[in-house]
């Protein structure tokens, strides 16, 4: 059983050989666990949390960020993530096949917990709390598999706005059943990319009807579940995925709809001026909607670590003089993303340069005395969902709500900000700029590059300290991409070409 995803092993860590994807969940389990009370099957959900934490920090952020227009690699980082900063990476690269593995491992899971759930609930001898309970787990393990296919298809598929999803083979091999079998036979071929979808919004849809379900229980935790900082989903955690979902689909009514449902319910409020440092050092604040919890022996990722380090002193990534660029003086999030290094070493010099420090480590996650430059990550933010009804409402011409949505977020961000009205002609690119400054660091740029139909070009001369220009990795300083790129969609691994014969022939263009 060579391959993660064909054998259909469920398997209870995400252990990966390349650069942190990153830290294996906490706890094992497998395909010959018997689940036969209400408890196993707690432990198998419990497992789902785990693999959040994994799939929304470190390199599964990372990567595809440095793979943009937002960073230059410094030439003493050891070529780490060089194969993304310089586009060079292939169909054999170890990241892209252990992204694609541990994402369809996570599916496993979740398929399991499905019919565990189904089999439990029609076994009349538990009573009416766990009955309660399996729902729950079941309308969880639905949400996890929704964002481990979007996540794949955000990567590995082409944009949904940009190609024609009707056409054979655009989208993933699509698995709803948990089979550890390895007959060749049952491997999947690759969906269209409208079918891909279509599961994906139909599981959203069964997590937030399971939800809300649970929420109306009145079990014992509910009131936690829709308070910020939440460590469990909770319906408004799925409005806010089915938000982000449709507006990457181009489906702008359903984007602007959910975006509103979860603002106007009036459960979470933008980061005040004051508080919003904290947001990023001590992660959490009032417009967290969902956060996978970590403590100091259940770590994720760290993101942080690819650009900044404990002594100061050193950084793989450092962001382009266009991002510095991009942040007013009266902008909070200059100070709060970008730190001054005084002595960035590199190769026996020292330099001044300004590292992203968006994640600088919560001391709260320390194992001890060094900074393990670990940040608990904010999956959904209220912010997002501003921004989102903002760029919905306006691609559908409707230009005043647009305004009081940028407007509302602008307020939150800016210090001193006085209202203007956008008009329909600036109104868009305005809500993209915020978008790109807000994000950053987050995952989302390429995501927004290939959806928008754009390419980029690295902003290649550091103005503001031209000493940096020589300790850039020249094959990235001065990259540029198509819009129709064939590396803005990463391929199919090798490895699961080679295994499965239905997707021989089915490999993504230009690979």
Known sequence: MKKIYFSFILMGALTFSSCSMDEAPFGKLDDKTAIQKASDLRDFRNQLYSDMRSITSGSWLYNSDIQMDEFHGLINNGNQIGQFSTGNFTTSDGDITNAWGGCYSIIAECNSVIENAAKLAGNTSFDETDQIAFKRYD??????????????????????????????????????????????????SRSTLEATFTMIEE?????????????????????????????????????????????VKGDYPTAAKKAEEVIASGKYELTDIADYAKLWTNDEGTEVIYRPVMTPTELGGSTGSAYISDSETSAYYIPTFAVLNMYAENDVRFGTFFKLYEKLEVEGQDYQAYVLNKFPGNTALRTGTTNNIRNMSKVFRLSEMYLIAAEAEARQGNITPANTYLKAFLAKRLEGYEPNDYSANTILSAILEEREKEFIGEGMRMSDIRRLGKGFSRYADHEENPDLNSIIVKAGQSLSYTADDHRLTWPIPKDEIDANPNIKGQQNPGY
Not at 141 to 164: E, G, I, K, N, P
Not at 231 to 247: I, K, N, T
Request: glycine fraction near 6%; include cysteine; charged fraction near 15%.
């Open 139 to 188: 309308a969880e393990a639905h949400f996890v598999r929704a964002y481990a296919y979007f996540w794949l298809a955000d990567h590995f598929c082409q944009s949904y706005t940009q190609t024609d999803p009707t056409k054979e083979a655009s989208g993933l091999p699509l698995v709803t059943t948990y089979n550890p079998s390895g007959n060749i036979g049952s491997y999947p």
């Open 203 to 247: 599981d959203m849809k069964t997590a937030y009807d399971g939800l809300k379900a649970y929420e109306a229980s009145g079990a014992s935790d509910v009131a936690t579940l829709d308070a910020p900082n939440a460590g469990y989903l909770s319906s408004y955690a799925v409005e806010a995925f089915q938000a982000r979902v449709a507006l």
